[in-house]
């Protein structure tokens, strides 16, 4: 399985993630930033596992980022 993997402290909430795949993002009332969905924070950085089937679409959403902090291993 691959993860998903998300600097949420460098995110500055343009909302693309969530706008491209709202299944797995959701942005913040809180700080306006982005929030991976049921994510495990590690760090400073959270990680989600995924299914095959939301790969591609995550990897559009990691090329999309302006600030490139959402990364797919």
């Not at 949420?8 to 993630?17: A, E, L, S, V, Y």
């Not at 596992?49 to 990364?71: F, G, R, S």
Request: charged share 35%; net charge positive.
């Amino acid at each position: 399985m691959s993860k998903l993997i998300h600097y949420r402290d460098k995110c500055i909430g343009c909302g693309i993630c969530y706008e491209m795949q709202q299944d797995l993002w959701r942005m913040s009332k809180r700080d306006g930033k982005a929030t991976l969905i049921k994510a495990e924070k590690k760090n400073k950085t959270f990680v989600l596992e995924i299914k095959e089937w939301d790969k591609a679409l995550a990897a559009e959403v990691a090329v999309a980022c302006p600030v490139k902090i959402i990364k797919l291993s």
